[in-house]
């Protein structure tokens, strides 16, 4: 049973003769057993309130009035879960939204909106001013004695009941990992957008997304990776981790071996990307991809042209410079969308090969977050040294690919 304390006793005494129902002096007396609200006949409460008014016991419980939604999810989680054949718990990522309407009393808080206009300040996405927080903030604000003139206490019992204006279903977001390798050197990782017109056709993003939004029928979705290259960029080896958040998605439940067959869905649908180590992940994972991102290293292949005839004896001690520090100053062509600052970077090794007069390929293993093409050419002096100043010629860059990630994360899978 459930006991109240003495002094609640006399609360819900008061509260009986007022017409209080049943539920709601449970509620006020802060009754947070779940049993009682759960009485399936108004009789069977009205009752049980009787009885314990009566009876001698212990104070328990919390001193807090329960929450109307919470003594509403006692009542209804275990019909639903009865209902369903499934087992319910607050932590759920599935969720149902009730809203309920009671014109009979909607306007009993608005008294309040001349007492503390303060407190009731439009904002957008609200219908009404009179949202739960500004209620509460009012009720803590308002003197008892002006309450009292303004109010009836205790207050007149409803003589309607509420009507459910709509249910919506939701589930919360479920997030998607792996690697991609990409092959072409006009995609982009992300749409290309400029004044709300495409630049080109698709982008990585899309060619992985659209897919996973179709299967797992989702509204919408959020694409993240570790870094990014640039559109002329491919990147080779294991690929590239990336992240999918999908949002309130419909189905959430997939086999490893219908991932597997999702995963080969998306490598058959285009030549310009692969996927591989595809999986679902937490959402806390997430942050293994995006944490200490600027410690880790990254591996690239350069072709280089040089105005000046170049021979093999030329490049050789590029090979020989090992954690060379250069110092960036933020790119021109990046500098619209990132501040100006001097950002210190290290090229830990690099490797040349020959090819003619002109061109050598390098082989470069650097710090995340280095500027390479910036590094190869110079960008008018705002990348210092480069390889433009160490070798005293001008360079530039004409192809440039991602060799390796080295973030550790995704998990490797099995094939
Ligand atoms: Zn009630």
Not at 57 to 84: C, Y
Not at 184 to 209: A, Y
Not at 254 to 268: A, Y
Not at 380 to 387: A, D, K, Q
Request: charge should be neutral; glycine fraction near 6%; proline fraction near 5%.
């Amino acid at each position: 049973m459930f006991p109240l304390s003495e002094e609640n006793k006399h609360v819900a005494q008061l509260l009986f003769s007022s017409g209080t129902c049943p539920r709601c002096i449970f509620r006020l007396c802060g009754v947070d057993l779940h049993a009682p609200y759960r009485r399936p006949s108004k009789h069977a409460a009205w009752l049980l309130v009787k009885q314990e008014m009566g009876k001698q016991s212990l104070s328990m419980g919390r001193n807090d009035v329960v929450q109307l939604k919470e003594a509403f999810k006692w009542i209804t989680h275990p019909l639903f879960s009865e209902e369903l054949g499934v087992p319910i718990d607050g932590k759920s990522l599935f969720e149902v939204s009730v809203v309920f309407a009671h014109p009979e009393t909607a306007e009993d808080c608005h008294f309040l909106g001349e007492v503390c206009p303060d407190c009731f300040k439009p904002a957008k996405n609200k219908q009404s001013v009179f949202t739960r927080m500004a209620v509460l903030k009012a009720l803590n604000k308002i003197k008892e004695d002006n309450f009292l003139e303004q109010f009836p206490c205790p207050p007149n019992s409803p003589k309607t009941v509420c009507t459910v204006l709509g249910i919506e279903c939701t589930h919360g977001a479920v997030f998607v990992a792996g690697r991609y390798n990409k092959y072409s050197r006009n995609l982009p990782q992300t749409p290309w957008i400029i004044d709300g017109e495409r630049k080109m056709e698709s982008s990585v993003e899309e060619l992985i997304s659209d897919h996973l939004l179709a299967v797992f029928k989702a509204e919408s979705f959020n694409f993240s990776s570790s870094g990014r290259e640039d559109v002329d960029v491919r990147t080779l080896g294991n690929g590239r981790p990336f992240a999918v958040e999908l949002l309130n998605p419909h189905r959430v439940h997939f086999t490893s071996q219908e991932v597997r067959e999702l995963q080969q869905k998306i490598n058959k649908s285009s030549d310009k990307i692969q996927v591989r180590d595809l999986q679902l992940v937490t959402r806390e994972a997430i942050g293994y991809m995006k944490e200490g991102e600027e410690g880790k290293t990254k591996t690239y292949s350069a072709l280089i042209w040089t105005n000046k005839v170049i021979q093999k004896k030329d490049i050789g001690f590029l090979n020989d410079l090992k954690d060379l520090k250069i110092d960036q100053k933020t790119p021109l062509r990046v500098l619209h969308r990132r501040p100006l600052a001097v950002r210190t970077r290290a090229i830990h090794s690099m490797e040349t090969r020959y090819l003619d007069e002109h061109h050598f390929r390098l082989y470069l293993k650097t710090q995340a977050g280095t500027y390479i093409k910036e590094f190869v050419h110079g960008d008018f002096g705002r990348t210092r040294p480069n390889i433009g100043s160490l070798m005293n010629v001008t360079a530039d860059i004409l192809e440039l690919d991602v060799e390796s990630v080295d973030v550790d994360w995704p998990p490797a899978l099995d094939d």
